[in-house]
């Protein structure tokens, strides 16, 4: 069947260079026919390489072991949750899953933005197109997952740190938003080069941004949450360079979802909008790249090959392509609306835009450097932790309390004194906060006392936001507290939409300050019955027991827990050995206690002959509030995702009004 | 195995050409894309300008409700807002009388777009 998979990528790549073609002649002559052929093979392309992902996919289930990349990720004794999820365990499988995705998202954002960009639309396909292109190219040419081989008896199984409950989701959700980001970019770029550079990209991007970066945001913590529990050093988020090539474009797209709310209520940057566009794709294929390429050292280095500089040249291309199309537009995008004042609703969201990009800018040139590093000097330098945790804090903290002024600012100008009584409330409840916390002892560390009190103050003021519109709508007659507050949000589903999601940002803060700043940890070589103490907790270790699991052995350090001298169970930390891959993995135990919002954090970091065991014990504050951040996140992004009627009656009165004015 | 691969690459590949194939084997429509003209661009861009006076009219409104916005700060921006959004109406209206004395002129290649639109499935 590898033939059909070969065929069918083949398939795939020459309907895309015909829908990139055809529909770039189609485009530029005005062809609509050809333009509806371009779209048709566009669909089509995502038909054969669903037949291709199938092909792969039944060779994994059957275990089929002809097929190389089979081979190479998995084995007879993988369980069948990470038999499918070897899918994307490898680098051509990967690339499969990224032009499947590309071409799914393409063709569904072509055929239901039909109406709305018509006059667009027949740039946006050969764009889509072209960019599909290059990643069925990939894996026809360069990195096919479907070569052959004299079957093995058996396959050499999957990378032990890749089977992980997170392994079946993180992936795809990551893809989901690296991928969908291409739907904004060809979109602004198919209206630049269409000419039309009225509001109408936006609108038919805007939920394919939101969803793109609500995909990529929980990718990151999923990410995060796999780290902390299976690659075992206490923490969560390393700074590792695949782990920011998730986060830069995160960061990017996030300026763009605020800047663009800039344009569509007074129509200024227009500019800034679209190199914040392409910047985010750029960024997200610079994500994938790294990924895959194994160019950078990283923990997620699981492919060493040859496609970095197909990526790396792709890169430029599609960084030149907008350079040079948005240039020649610039006339165009110029608009005479100017800043009324620096204290209004849009300033606030150019300070936050500055900010973002700063740091995400920042984050980009501490990945990029130790690669120039080491093609200039020929010595690689490393790019560690404290130079990301100094504009962590640089840029990250007058962000929290930008989160917190910006929506108690108006739009257009904000007098001073209306602005004093607006964050009057939030400033009283962040002042009484830092005063408490500091009576508690949480000034030993004045930049988590800064935080807490500005989180503080940013949750005031998202109350406050709350408080004041819930009463404003009952005094338009809402029949009670509930149905105000329900109609609140449904007359601006993206602005309360996305408080919750500030909310989400500041969990996240309180629990990344907690974690990293408020914590304690020891480390203690125990013999059967000896007790260690870390904090609060005591850890008596009763001694090792081995178990067999279905592809893996799992040798654990038995320890009785007491917390202020109550009993709290057993926890048992070690490893498993993997049979098949003849690998030993990290089994932390993690305890977590909610009602203190504290994880007690284990590791069995050596087991000796003798029975005893290196222990390293983590006390993480707060760490619980980081997931929890997740769902709130998850939960403000449904919010502002959620169809709305009246924007929906709005778009159709406008398509309406654009029919006539054609005819 | 290989003979059964190769019929299937076949058939996608003909399924392939056939979906490719479909705009150009059905009626003929037009061949050329409508594009906007001038006027018709010009009257998007008033209607963007009129949502976005009218939203920020509402938004104000709520926000002076909320208390996010002084007295003073309102009735300073209130009334510029009221007059462009006005302006921009008055504007809409004139294009659209325009609009309505040129139609019969230009009804028949209206018409005809209208009605080859109309069977292409697009209208």
Not at chain 1, 239 to 250: I, S
Not at chain 2, 19 to 28: G, H, I, M, N
Request: hydrophobic content about 50%; glycine content about 10%; overall charge positive.
């Amino acid at each position: 069947m590898a033939l059909l998979g070969r065929g069918a990528i083949l398939v795939a790549f020459e309907l895309l260079v015909y829908a990139a073609l055809a529909g770039g002649y189609a485009a530029a002559r005005g062809r609509r026919r050809l333009h509806d052929s371009a779209r048709n093979a566009l669909v089509g392309a995502f038909g054969a390489t669903l037949v291709a992902a199938c092909v792969l996919v039944g060779a994994f289930v059957t275990r089929d072991f002809s097929f190389v990349y089979v081979a190479e990720h998995s084995s007879r004794v993988l369980p069948l949750g990470y038999t499918l999820a070897a899918l994307w365990s490898g680098q051509a499988g990967s690339l499969l899953l990224w032009l499947l995705v590309l071409t799914a998202i393409g063709s569904a954002a072509v055929l239901l933005n039909r109406r709305l960009v018509r006059d667009t639309l027949p740039w946006t396909v050969p764009l889509l197109a072209a960019i599909g292109s290059f990643f069925a190219f990939i894996p026809l040419v360069v990195s096919s997952p479907f070569a052959t081989q004299p079957a093995p008896p058996d396959g050499a199984g999957m990378n032990a740190s890749l089977q992980n409950p997170y392994m079946l989701i993180h992936p795809p959700v990551l893809y989901l938003g690296y991928v969908g980001l291409t739907v904004p970019f060809a979109f602004a770029m198919a209206g630049l080069l269409s000419g039309r550079v009225d509001e109408r990209w936006i609108v038919a991007t805007r939920r394919w941004t939101l969803a793109s970066w609500t995909f990529l945001g929980l990718a990151i913590l999923l990410g995060a949450k796999w780290a902390y529990e299976s690659i075992g050093w206490g923490g969560y988020y390393a700074w590792d360079p695949v782990e920011n090539a998730a986060l830069m474009p995160w960061l990017a797209a996030t300026a763009f979802l605020h800047s663009v709310m800039v344009q569509e209520k007074k129509d200024m940057l227009r500019v800034w909008n679209v190199v914040l566009v392409a910047l985010t794709f750029c960024l997200s294929l610079f994500g994938t790249f790294l990924t895959r390429s194994g160019v950078i050292n990283s923990i997620h280095s699981f492919a060493q090959s040859s496609i970095g500089a197909w990526f790396l040249g792709f890169i430029v291309v599609v960084a030149a392509f907008a350079t040079v199309v948005i240039l020649v537009r610039l006339p165009l995008l110029r608009t005479r609306v100017r800043l009324e004042s620096l204290a209004s609703r849009e300033a606030a969201f150019l300070y936050n835009n500055l900010l973002l990009v700063a740091f995400c800018l920042t984050v980009l040139w501490g990945v990029v450097f130790p690669l120039l590093s080491e093609a200039v000097r020929g010595e690689p330098a490393t790019v560690g932790p404290p130079f990301y945790n100094f504009f962590l804090r640089t840029f990250g903290l007058p962000l929290l309390l930008l989160m917190g002024i910006g929506p108690l600012v108006a739009w257009r100008r904000a007098s001073l004194r209306s602005l004093a009584r607006s964050i009057a409330w939030p400033a009283g409840v962040s002042f009484a906060t830092g005063a408490a916390l500091l009576a508690l002892g949480a000034g030993s560390s004045p930049l988590g006392l800064a935080a807490y009190t500005f989180s503080a103050f940013c949750l005031g003021a998202i109350v406050l936001e709350f408080g004041r519109g819930t009463y404003a709508r009952k005094a338009l007659g809402a029949p009670g507290w509930p149905a105000a507050f329900s109609s609140l949000v449904a007359h601006n589903r993206r602005r309360y939409g996305g408080y919750v999601s500030h909310a989400a940002v500041v969990l996240l803060a309180i629990g990344v300050v907690g974690s990293s700043l408020y914590g304690t940890s020891g480390s203690r070589h125990l013999a059967p019955g000896e007790t260690m103490q870390v904090g609060r907790y005591a850890l008596r270790y009763l001694g090792p027991t081995l178990r067999r699991g279905a592809n893996h052995d799992e040798l654990r350090a038995q320890l009785a827990v007491t917390g202020d001298g109550e009993p709290l169970g057993v926890v048992a930390a070690g490893k498993n050995r993997y049979h098949v891959e003849a690998f030993f993995a990290n089994a932390v135990a993690i305890r977590t206690d909610w009602l203190r919002g504290e994880d007690l954090f284990v590791i069995g970091d050596q087991f000796n002959r003798d029975g005893s065991v290196e222990l390293k014990v983590f006390v993480n504050p707060l760490v619980g509030l980081i997931w929890i951040a997740g769902a709130v996140f998850l939960l403000g992004s449904v919010v502002a995702l959620w169809p709305d009627a009246r924007e929906q009656r709005r778009r159709a009165h406008r398509a309406l009004e654009l029919e006539a004015a054609r005819a | 195995m290989d003979a059964a691969a190769l019929v299937l690459v076949a058939l996608l590949a003909a399924a392939a050409v056939l979906l490719v194939a479909r705009p150009f084997l059905c009626e003929p429509v037009t061949g050329v894309q409508p594009r906007e003209d001038e006027q018709a661009r010009e009257r998007l861009r008033l209607a963007e300008q009129r949502d976005r006076a009218l939203a920020a009219l509402k938004e104000l409104e709520f926000d002076h409700r909320t208390g996010k916005i002084c007295d003073g700060d309102y009735r300073e921006l209130v009334g510029p807002l009221r007059r462009e959004a006005a302006e921009t109406l008055r504007l809409l209206d004139d294009r659209a009388r325009l609009g309505a004395t040129r139609r019969p002129r230009t009804r028949p290649a209206g018409a005809a777009r209208a009605r080859a639109l109309a069977r292409s499935g697009l209208r």
